[in-house]
């Protein structure tokens, strides 16, 4: 069977340090993968989606970006992070594009 | 961009309450998803619908697909405690290849 995982589970950061948010996949290959914040306990919005190694699709600008450097692995970065930047952040994964999506145990990020 | 309206918002409820939430759009859908999200975790799927007036059961949970396509509800019977969470639908639009699109959610309280 497949599972997700996401580390850390919780984080706080100040203002202006670095960030890297790790998901992994067991049990499939060549998943396809996204990164989703979640604020306030409410709505999704998708931020990076991946369909292969390397291949990164960034839905909205931001303070953010995303690598896949294997295959079952997506890491969520950013260089400086901002009071914004706050929230619950998810990593989900299917099969292909149009198929269920699955989703880890989230990482919650507190930015101070 | 394409848009899911769900609602309710939130619902307040009695435990032994039933409940029912839906989600609609003005586009035609080949998919429709609804998944729970408990405070503090990911998303799980809860009923996946893939033909226009299919009705699924899981439990307590009933889903169906509208026969318009551009529609689906979510009823939970007996409410308990535990059905407290964020429920959103997620849907696979037809004709395209991209991504579920999701609706805002609708957060449940359950009184005891």
């Known amino acids: 069977s497949q599972t997700i995982h996401q580390w850390p589970a919780t984080l706080v950061q100040p203002v202006g340090s670095p960030l890297s948010l790790e998901c992994t996949v067991e049990?499939?290959?060549?998943?396809?993968l996204y990164w989703y914040r979640q604020a306030a306990g409410r709505g999704l919005q998708l931020l990076f989606y991946?369909?292969?190694?390397?291949?990164i699709s960034s839905e909205v600008p931001q303070n953010l970006s995303a690598s896949r450097p294997q295959d079952r692995q997506f890491i969520l970065s950013s260089k400086k992070l901002l009071l914004s930047d706050s929230g619950f952040y998810l990593c989900?994964?299917?099969?292909?594009?149009?198929?269920?999506?699955?989703f880890g145990p989230g990482t919650r990020l507190t930015v101070l | 961009g394409q848009q899911l309206n769900q609602s309710p918002q939130s619902m307040f409820i009695q435990e032994g309450e039933d409940v029912s939430m839906n989600c609609t759009s003005s586009?035609?859908?080949?998919?429709w998803l609804w998944y729970k999200q408990d405070p503090g975790e990911g998303p799980v799927l809860l009923i996946a619908?893939?033909?226009?007036?299919e009705l699924t059961s899981n439990g307590r949970l009933t889903a169906q697909f509208g026969i318009t396509r551009k529609d689906s509800f979510l009823n939970i019977s007996a409410s308990i405690p535990s059905d407290v969470g964020i429920y959103f639908c997620?849907?696979?639009?037809?004709?395209?290849?991209?991504?579920?699109?999701f609706g805002k959610g609708t957060k449940l309280s359950v009184k005891p």
């Open positions: 989900a994964w299917s099969r292909g594009m149009t198929d269920t999506q699955y």
């Open positions: 049990g499939t290959s060549n998943p396809n």
């Open positions: 991946s369909v292969g190694i390397g291949q």
């Open positions: 586009s035609i859908f080949n998919t």
């Open positions: 619908l893939y033909k226009a007036g």
């Open positions: 997620a849907g696979q639009l037809r004709g395209s290849q991209g991504n579920l699109i």
